[in-house]
């Protein structure tokens, strides 16, 4: 009796118990198909990223022995969509049985489910056997509230799974959050490590991509890609950033830079996203670094919230509100996307420096993402949707069930605050303090109106402006509004003018 099991892009764990013995009644089954290139628009890394690891896998897969059969993009016989080849599969194989494991994606979700549904052999979903939580951890622990506070989440998490905990089950150091430790900019010391990632050859891949038809933006340039591709790769990431990277990451975790796109960050998220890489396996290292003395408490905290609170808790989200969370639009936001989100082109020098190494690496860090990108696309009114769209498309790390309430939740605060406390938004001098970008740039940091005035002053302000019957009453802005109320008539009007003169013309920025 032969069982066919589906593998999807996502889910390349080498540690998973399907693959812990050899049966030759069992066919595994990877399939790089247009359903998945074409659902939204991607960057050319992320389909070759996703494309490569598991061309990787599927070999190391029959290396081990196990019976594997790989649809290429341009395989004659690939029918392009999860159930046609599914089906094709099945006959070929005489498959008597279909399984597999339970995917992260509302959309992959309900697909394999109706798939099954309408199956003659028995089907059957199995764990990924990667997470911390359940899908439904969070609603279980939120119920009806109308905010589910994160921290309240990580705290729980921290207890349960004993991280970073004394003997009394209290919290190391005396407290659980070492955020405001974590806020410092980068004065270009101390020194970003050497990237020793591996450069891969993948022209040959590129090129049945690109023959195939697949639509995609972004560099695919081989100097540009190096994310790890294999287990092996995705350990020696890992080993240098606790060496190297960790001891610094707490300090400049929000700092931003034009000298290092990079800074101190793990680049990590894709091989965690992916599922080469297990969360324990990550957050075992860190902790055992702060234990050895070799990174700092707030560093290994801020990094270990990142895993077992935000990564586990927006899953939770995520699987708590789909499938209606994408529709969301607490302000009513409108306005399509500027054309310099395709390109970086603008004179804004921190959306030319984030979109710029975006579009180049597939990879901005989170700062960047909320507080310049996401920033900007809130005071401005972006669609949330059509931000949502080129978030999960640019980023390598970007799955839905991450990145939707990410970009949705947290970022633009279209869900009306059932993540976000606050919206996350700022004028330049945030900017200003946590980064270099201000230097330089076209318009000035400090001024509110005339046509120098950087964007982002004169929008902060119409944005609480016109959105004052849905935030006044928010205690974390009153104070937004007691100094917007103190601006003498005038400057409140130079403020209106140069506000709408930006948002008439957001594509000369
Ligand atoms: Fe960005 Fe404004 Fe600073 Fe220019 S001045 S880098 S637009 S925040």
Not at 111 to 125: E, F, K, R, T, V
Not at 170 to 185: E, I, Q, S, T, V
């Amino acid at each position: 009796m032969t069982t066919l099991r589906l593998i999807l892009g996502d889910q390349l764990n080498p540690l998973h118990s399907w693959f812990a013995q050899t049966d030759n009644n069992v066919v595994y089954t990877l399939m790089e198909i247009r359903q998945e290139t074409d659902y939204v628009l991607h960057h050319a890394q992320k389909i070759i990223g996703i494309f490569a690891a598991m061309r990787d896998f599927a070999r190391h897969l029959a290396a081990l022995g196990h019976r594997v059969h790989y649809l290429k993009i341009d395989d004659t016989d690939n029918r392009q969509s999860l159930p046609a080849n599914l089906d094709a599969l099945i006959k070929r194989y005489q498959a008597q049985r279909f399984e597999y494991q339970l995917p992260d994606e509302w959309r992959l979700a309900q697909q394999l489910q109706d798939y099954c549904h309408n199956l003659p052999i028995p089907g059957q979903a199995s764990d990924s056997e990667h997470f911390y939580t359940q899908r439904e951890d969070a609603r279980e622990l939120f119920g009806g509230q109308a905010h589910w506070l994160m921290e309240k989440f990580y705290r729980r998490m921290r207890v349960k799974h004993s991280v970073l905990l004394d003997t009394n089950q209290r919290p190391l150091g005396g407290r659980w959050n070492f955020d405001h430790d974590n806020r410092k900019a980068w004065p270009g010391v101390p020194a970003v490590p050497y990237d020793n990632r591996p450069r891969h050859d993948h022209a040959e891949l590129w090129q049945d991509i690109v023959a195939a038809g697949v639509n995609s933006f972004g560099a695919a340039d081989a100097d540009d890609f190096r994310w790890p591709l294999n287990r092996q790769q995705v350990l020696q990431q890992l080993d240098a950033f606790i060496a190297d990277v960790l001891p610094h990451f707490g300090d400049f975790q929000d700092a931003m830079s034009r000298r290092s796109w990079r800074l101190f960050h793990s680049l990590l998220s894709f091989a965690l996203n992916s599922k080469m890489l297990n969360p324990r396996e990550v957050v075992e290292r860190a902790e055992a670094a702060y234990r050895h003395g070799q990174a700092p408490l707030a560093a290994c905290e801020g990094f270990i919230r990142q895993i077992i609170g935000w990564r586990e808790y927006v899953r939770g989200v995520y699987w708590a509100k789909m499938p209606t969370y994408v529709l969301q639009n607490h302000f009513g936001h409108d306005r399509p996307l500027p054309s310099w989100f395709w390109t970086g082109e603008t004179q804004m020098n921190c959306l030319a420096a984030s979109i710029g190494q975006s579009l180049q690496y597939a990879y901005a860090h989170h700062i960047q993402r909320l507080m310049v990108i996401g920033n900007f696309a809130l005071l401005a009114g972006l669609a949330p949707e059509a931000v949502h769209r080129w978030y999960l498309g640019v980023y390598i790390d970007a799955f839905e069930w991450v990145e939707l309430p990410n970009t949705l939740g947290m970022s633009q605060f279209a869900d009306g605050g059932l993540l976000a406390t606050k919206p996350y938004v700022s004028s330049a001098a945030y900017i200003d303090r946590m980064s270099d970008y201000c230097k330089g740039c076209r318009y000035d940091k400090k001024a509110r109106s005339g046509d120098r005035a950087c964007p982002f002053n004169a929008l902060y302000w119409h944005f609480f402006s016109r959105h004052r019957d849905k935030l006044q009453r928010n205690p974390r802005v009153s104070m937004v509004y007691r100094n917007l109320d103190r601006f003498a008539p005038a400057e409140r009007d130079a403020i209106v003018r140069r506000a709408e003169a930006v948002l008439a013309d957001l594509d000369r920025l």
